[in-house]
């Protein structure tokens, strides 16, 4: 039996296309691909509470650390910026971990060029990236920029990353397959899935109140309506 999550729609991003999401208790953060603004979103009704362009290209996954800074995904330049949440301005830059050539476009590599990572998460003072060129979630110590450890995931375009319920799990989303597992970080070991049926992409993922709320990146955000029991 397969479980497909009814993805609700709740409003449209200001911005024309949204790549990452982040909960926090003052709102929404969404990461804007298409012109590379970050914005703070009411939960209720999408309005925005706060926005500035950052200096990010083609961004595509945002979170924040426990001092309140955003961390953002740079794609095209493969980078990951420190960015101050109030100003908006550039406080460090770092090499993506993950950065590479896209598995589908590997035959064709002299058209592509290597794009860097996607979903991010923050915990207990370390970073969690998701790559789609490595198809792996790499675990970075942000201050001595390292890497403690990478967990592969499965499918093969990793996208948004959001926290499960259960301790060392993380939901992660296949873009391109269009299948949301939960996996163990310390193996990979997949405890639960479903897919969202198109024509609804998730690209950001963050969860809220053990909800997992999307955004599709041609505009839509919203939430998946789907059970946290695994049923198979």
């Not at 449209?12 to 999401?21: A, E, H, I, R, V």
């Not at 961004?59 to 095209?76: E, K, M, P, R």
């Not at 991010?120 to 970073?127: A, D, H, S, Y």
């Not at 597992?181 to 998730?202: N, T």
Request: with cysteine; aromatic share 10%.
């Amino acid at each position: 039996m397969t479980k497909i999550a009814d993805a609700i729609q709740l409003f449209n991003c200001p911005g024309p296309k949204p790549n990452g999401l982040q909960a926090t208790d003052e709102g929404l953060w969404v990461i804007d691909q298409g012109n590379n603004f970050a914005y703070l979103l009411n939960w209720k009704d999408g309005s925005i509470i706060k926005s500035f362009e950052t200096e990010t290209d083609k961004s595509s996954g945002i979170t924040v650390d426990d001092q309140g800074n955003l961390w953002v995904a740079s794609t095209y330049n493969c980078k990951i910026y420190k960015i101050d949440s109030n100003s908006g301005t550039t406080i460090e830059i770092f090499e993506s971990p993950g950065q590479g050539m896209n598995a589908t476009r590997e035959h064709e590599s002299n058209k592509y060029q290597n794009t860097g990572d996607h979903g991010l998460e923050w915990k207990n003072g370390l970073l969690y990236v998701a790559s789609p060129p490595s198809q792996y979630i790499h675990v970075i110590d942000p201050y001595k920029w390292v890497e403690k450890s990478k967990t592969k995931v499965p499918g093969y375009r990793v996208h948004g990353i959001a926290w499960a319920e259960e301790e060392g799990n993380i939901w992660a989303a296949d873009t391109a397959m269009g299948v949301v597992s939960k996996i163990r970080l310390k193996d990979g070991r997949v405890y639960d899935s479903f897919r969202v049926s198109d024509p609804v992409q998730v690209h950001g993922m963050t969860i809220k109140d053990s909800v997992l709320w999307y955004c599709d990146d041609r505009r839509p955000i919203g939430i998946l309506d789907v059970s946290m029991e695994p049923d198979f």
